[in-house]
């Protein structure tokens, strides 16, 4: 009996280290994917957009700048870190970067709908509500993607939000079909990034297999394009 539990031991042993070693290579990978076109990030104490940063987003031709969601505090208020997506995203448009807005987040429910949130604050911060598109059903990095190229038919986008989370968002996107670059917007060092990084981890992989072997779905509708007024999008 011992000689066959400890067989078992080592067996499972074995299982879980080869589970592990292939989730840190499905991480790197995907990782090194989005890092590739992440072209700046915004830390602490940040200057302007370098030259030569400004004229790789000029030369993108974007459709739009996406921002994904990040929570909000309350019905009016976006979360520290959804707001700094959002402060970064209306300085690129207002530098000219694109010419739209694309807001994607979960409106799953009357108390939790970050989309509201991020469209009046955008149109408090001067962007006129027609530059603005809403997904209402972006509940996941990979379904925005997903909704971006087939319902909003987006080309090309600067992807907006923060480092960590950067490389899968960008990794999703290529797999769409999309070109893209992102810029991180990384102003304050938040509380609980280890853990953040920890649930990163384990959604690359997820996502990674989602997009290799085709399981993941999105939210279908009516066809939306980017290039025309985004009031439509807005749902009130």
Not at 54 to 77: N, S
Not at 111 to 117: A, K, L
Not at 120 to 149: L, N
Not at 160 to 189: C, F, N, P
Request: aromatic residues 8%; glycine residues 8%; hydrophobic residues 40%.
């Amino acid at each position: 009996m011992k000689k066959v539990l400890k067989r078992m031991f080592w067996i499972l042993t074995a299982m879980a280290t080869l589970a592990f070693t292939a989730a840190m290579c499905v991480n790197v990978y995907v990782v090194k994917q989005g890092d590739k076109h992440l072209v700046w990030s915004m830390n602490p104490g940040s200057a302007a957009i370098p030259d030569e940063t400004a004229d790789r987003l000029t030369e993108l031709g974007a459709d739009c700048i996406m921002v994904l969601g990040a929570g909000i505090e309350d019905r009016e208020t976006p979360s520290p870190m959804l707001r700094e997506r959002l402060d970064m995203a209306v300085d690129l448009y207002k530098q000219g970067f694109a010419p739209k807005l694309l807001l994607s987040g979960d409106n799953g429910t009357k108390e939790h709908n970050e989309i509201h949130v991020m469209l009046q604050y955008c149109i408090s911060a001067g962007v006129p509500p027609e530059d603005i598109f809403c997904d209402h059903a972006g509940f996941s990095t990979y379904e925005s993607m997903i909704r971006a190229k087939q319902i909003f038919t987006v080309k090309r986008m600067i992807v907006v939000t923060q480092r960590y989370h950067e490389y899968r968002a960008l990794y999703l996107a290529g797999k769409e079909g999309m070109t893209v670059l992102g810029t991180s917007s990384d102003q304050t060092i938040h509380s609980g990034q280890l853990v953040r990084d920890a649930r990163e981890i384990l959604a690359r992989n997820k996502d990674f297999f989602l997009s290799v072997f085709g399981f993941g779905s999105a939210m279908s509708g009516e066809t939306i394009g980017i290039t025309g007024d985004g009031s439509i999008s807005h749902g009130e």
